[in-house]
């Protein structure tokens, strides 16, 4: 049973930071769907326009707990040095539905992102990959980092940024954590065994024919249907896993748009349930695509993970 307390309980980012290791969150997630849940059941999000920017709201319920996440996207913000995403998580009490705790839910956000990336590339990647690629800079291209040198034992990570000094920047983080990271190039997507896109592109962000066949590609920076990081073709020869197929044809513009342009059937998807309960196998002779764009039961997972921990 889900704790309840008459007084409600605030864990703070650091809290949450400390406590919800990308290893735990990666074990919660694959536990998760290998239980008796299934994403398919899962509300989906809701987005209010309120001029600068979205409001995102993300309820879910799993085991003994349930929670809501309240997100917040400003696209004007990292102008002003400030966070594109803000997020608190609040979770309940199941059984009574009574409050219990607030966590900071940007933390939350950020560390089960690529959680959910790392639970994808266990599976389907090659076990011995080593070399990866990551298209982005910021904060998620950051923990993604971390989450795929907890999967794999990787001897070369490419970061790919909009300048060379973002990269540059963003390796030497890396580096100093003791990861094998240095800036790259897209010359370097032909060798790639993983390669993740954590970036705000409209547009795919490099050609689908630089990847070769057995290799994994993650795409998660986008989830509006307008919006992509991959390329139509890529999509129509890999085969593609999604968090789960209403949420992907309603919000990934990775997989809608090239359905619409007759690249791939949305019969074609796959889930990560079906992937990680062995129903589905990785690809050897074709690239494998995750495309994810985050999911409330994702959230409340993770925040279950950090109160039971905590309490």
């Given at each position: 049973m889900g704790a309840m307390t008459e007084k409600l309980i605030t864990y703070t980012a650091e809290q949450v930071a400390e406590t919800l290791t990308p290893k735990l969150c990666r074990e919660t997630l694959e536990a998760a769907l290998k239980s008796d849940f299934d994403p398919a059941d899962d509300p989906a999000r809701t987005g209010t326009n309120v001029g600068t920017g979205e409001l995102l709201t993300m309820p879910s319920a799993l085991g003994d707990w349930a929670g809501c996440k309240l997100a917040t996207v400003a696209p004007n913000n990292p102008d002003k040095g400030l966070p594109l995403i803000n997020a608190l998580y609040c979770i309940f009490d199941r059984e009574t539905l009574r409050p219990y705790a607030v966590l900071d839910g940007s933390v939350l956000t950020a560390v089960r992102t690529p959680a959910m990336s790392a639970v994808a590339v266990d599976y389907?990647?090659?076990?011995?990959?080593?070399?990866?690629?990551?298209?982005?800079?910021?904060?998620?291209?950051?923990?993604?980092?971390?989450?795929?040198?907890?999967?794999?034992?990787?001897?070369?990570?490419?970061?790919?940024?909009?300048?060379?000094?973002?990269?540059?920047?963003?390796?030497?983080?890396?580096?100093?954590?003791?990861?094998?990271?240095?800036?790259g190039s897209r010359e370097d997507i032909p060798e790639a065994d993983i390669i993740v896109c954590c970036t705000s592109a409209k547009e795919p962000l490099f050609k689908g024919d630089l990847v070769r066949d057995g290799a994994c590609v993650v795409a998660m920076g986008s989830h509006t249907p307008d919006a992509r990081e991959l390329p139509g073709c890529l999509i129509g020869r890999s085969l593609v896993a999604v968090e789960a197929k209403h949420t992907a044809l309603a919000e990934a513009g990775d997989v809608i748009i090239p359905i619409d342009d007759g690249k791939c059937h949305k019969d074609d998807l796959v889930t990560m349930k079906q992937v990680v309960t062995g129903a589905v196998s990785r690809a050897t002779d074709r690239p494998n695509v995750f495309k994810g764009t985050g999911m409330s039961w994702q959230d409340i997972a993770a925040a279950a993970a950090v109160v039971e921990k905590l309490r």
């Amino acid at each position: 049973m889900g704790a309840m307390t008459e007084k409600l309980i605030t864990y703070t980012a650091e809290q949450v930071a400390e406590t919800l290791t990308p290893k735990l969150c990666r074990e919660t997630l694959e536990a998760a769907l290998k239980s008796d849940f299934d994403p398919a059941d899962d509300p989906a999000r809701t987005g209010t326009n309120v001029g600068t920017g979205e409001l995102l709201t993300m309820p879910s319920a799993l085991g003994d707990w349930a929670g809501c996440k309240l997100a917040t996207v400003a696209p004007n913000n990292p102008d002003k040095g400030l966070p594109l995403i803000n997020a608190l998580y609040c979770i309940f009490d199941r059984e009574t539905l009574r409050p219990y705790a607030v966590l900071d839910g940007s933390v939350l956000t950020a560390v089960r992102t690529p959680a959910m990336s790392a639970v994808a590339v266990d599976y389907l990647s090659a076990k011995d990959a080593k070399r990866c690629v990551i298209f982005g800079t910021g904060l998620q291209a950051e923990h993604h980092a971390y989450a795929m040198a907890e999967v794999r034992d990787l001897e070369d990570i490419a970061i790919i940024g909009r300048s060379e000094d973002s990269s540059t920047k963003l390796a030497e983080k890396l580096a100093e954590k003791g990861l094998p990271a240095r800036a790259g190039s897209r010359e370097d997507i032909p060798e790639a065994d993983i390669i993740v896109c954590c970036t705000s592109a409209k547009e795919p962000l490099f050609k689908g024919d630089l990847v070769r066949d057995g290799a994994c590609v993650v795409a998660m920076g986008s989830h509006t249907p307008d919006a992509r990081e991959l390329p139509g073709c890529l999509i129509g020869r890999s085969l593609v896993a999604v968090e789960a197929k209403h949420t992907a044809l309603a919000e990934a513009g990775d997989v809608i748009i090239p359905i619409d342009d007759g690249k791939c059937h949305k019969d074609d998807l796959v889930t990560m349930k079906q992937v990680v309960t062995g129903a589905v196998s990785r690809a050897t002779d074709r690239p494998n695509v995750f495309k994810g764009t985050g999911m409330s039961w994702q959230d409340i997972a993770a925040a279950a993970a950090v109160v039971e921990k905590l309490r």
